[in-house]
């Protein structure tokens, strides 16, 4: 229910970022006729932003209020309310880019699951497609305990975010949002799958994807000690 909750403001919380076109374009110059995946759309910020570039978008997201949200945005993409594990009962070498980013991809409910859903990724893209993720740095959250996340403020929401570890292969993610014009404060608790740097590569590269390079953020840097994020590219 927490996504139903905040769908109203969703975009307040995580408003378009012009650096996650800038990062895919850079890595592989979106073409006229792409054809394109966007793997937890949400509110279709970034499905508008590829649309600019290629009329071939689609979006998916497991929250129907979201993807309600997405398509009265732009009734020209398409939109389905569908698990990110169903994606190869639609699609079929079908795809010259498919993106995952907002640290969707630990939301599956173990390493098997990220395994599997690597392997359908790859029998939807075409040859030479590519594959771009943005998650949660957990190497970060291990290894030099970053238990708090950066806090989201601004005029209309303030955003609390913190971990608690309870495995290496479970991490609970705690939030607290403030919605200021109402003073009205919804708390969430969900368990995500920390999956980490070395077992991401091992994954990939054993399925058969090659090209892979990890990144700090979206400007592409290789190391910054700053960022909490794991932003990675590979190709089929």
């Not at 374009?25 to 499905?47: M, V, Y």
Request: charged content about 25%.
């Amino acid at each position: 229910m927490f996504y139903e909750s905040i769908c109203q403001v969703y975009d307040y919380i995580f408003p378009t970022n012009i650096n996650q076109l800038s990062f895919i374009n850079n890595s592989s110059p979106i073409l006229e006729f792409d054809s394109i995946l966007e793997i937890g759309s949400a509110t279709g910020n970034l499905t508008e932003l590829l649309f600019s570039k290629t009329k071939k978008v689609s979006g998916i997201d497991l929250n129907s209020d979201l993807i309600s949200l997405a398509a009265k945005k732009n009734t020209q993409i398409s939109y389905k309310n569908i698990n990110m594990l169903d994606i190869d009962n639609y699609w079929v070498n079908n795809f010259d880019k498919i993106i995952c980013f907002g640290n969707t991809l630990v939301h599956l409910n173990n390493f098997d699951e990220i395994n599997i859903f690597f392997k359908k990724v790859f029998n939807c893209l075409k040859k030479d497609g590519y594959f771009f993720v943005q998650i949660i740095d957990y190497d970060k959250i291990f290894t030099k305990n970053t238990l708090k996340l950066p806090l989201i403020d601004n005029d209309k929401v303030k955003f609390i975010r913190t971990y608690e570890i309870v495995s290496e292969s479970k991490i609970i993610f705690n939030s607290k949002l403030i919605i200021k014009e109402s003073n009205q404060i919804i708390k969430n608790s969900i368990c995500l799958t920390p999956i980490r740097k070395q077992l991401i590569n091992s994954f990939l590269a054993d399925i058969g994807f090659k090209d892979i390079e990890f990144f700090e953020n979206f400007n592409g840097d290789s190391t910054d000690e700053n960022s909490i994020q794991l932003v990675f590219k590979c190709k089929k």
